[in-house]
């Protein structure tokens, strides 16, 4: 967690329930936090995370200490430019 602000705390809350149902630590006194998940490993694992950042809008207060492997992950791209789902 970047901030402990009121839209902090619920940009956690909102990553949570985007996930539906895991389990989660208690942020520590640098706001880090551990989300459990059920998935093929741990590159699934961060791909999750990372979508379930954006699909909250949770991006301004929530950061992912270890990244996923996406080239130009920073960078916008159109519904036409994503990956297909498989």
């Known amino acids: 967690m970047l901030d402990r602000t009121p839209r902090g705390l619920r940009a956690r809350q909102d990553l949570l329930a985007v996930l539906?149902?895991?389990?989660a630590t208690e942020p520590d006194e640098g706001g880090a936090f551990e989300v459990?998940?059920?998935?093929n490993g741990q590159d699934d694992a961060l791909q999750r995370v990372w979508d379930a950042v954006a699909a909250a809008g949770a991006d301004d207060h929530l950061v992912i200490l270890e990244h996923p492997h996406i080239a130009?992950?920073?960078e916008h791209r159109s519904p036409s430019d994503q990956p297909a789902a498989g």
């Open 20 to 23: 539906g149902g895991v389990k």
């Open 36 to 39: 459990v998940l059920e998935c």
């Open 72 to 74: 130009r992950h920073w």
